[in-house]
């Protein structure tokens, strides 16, 4: 069922939009510093990279996985992926910044104030496709799609619905350019400066948990 399928993914899909947390200073920028185009073409980007890794992911389980009955696959891929997980996380626990400490800045982000709709739309669309820790979540999620149905309506239904919700904050700078025009500059700003001290603590959290959830889930599944 769609409904079953939708409620599988859901936590991965808000563990998605939590981990891209670092992300989301580039559109908060983009918003702030270049036309609304620009965080716009950042938004499809990132939106296409989610929606293309996930429908190979199904249509691979779909192809391999589930013609053979073989099932416990998808407990053997949960579980590498929550290890995946949980190794990311402890990354990002360990190079946190210090008491005292600025956060470093990425060097693409220090690239903003120049950057087009075309180089922010191919920088996105790696981010959400490549990005170790974004692909290992999008991996889970339309593996957990794939697994709670093999109807492909359904599985298109729950792949969108995912991407949407693990896609909020990187929506949000253009959304609320676009409603509060001039208005949004002071609260992107604040947003910005809470991000860049809080989003290491918070992501690793979050691929912690999300880690131990797959796992427990895999070794479940193959019992």
Known sequence: MTGGAILAVLPLAIGLALAALPVTLIPIALAAKRPPAVARAFLLGWLLGIAVVGTVVIVLADVIVLPSGNLSW????????????????????LGR??????????????????????RAFGLALLLAGLNPKNLALVLAGAVTIAEATAVPAQQAAALAVFTVIGSVGVAAPPVLTLVLGDRAGPLLRSVDEWMTRQSTVIVAAVLLVLGVVLIVNGVTALR
């Open 74 to 93: 998808f407990g053997y891929i949960k579980i590498a992926i929550g290890l995946v997980l949980i190794g990311l996380a402890g990354r990002r626990w």
């Open 97 to 118: 910044p210090r008491a005292g400490e600025d956060p470093p800045v990425p060097g693409w982000l220090a690239s903003v104030d120049a950057m087009g709709a075309g």
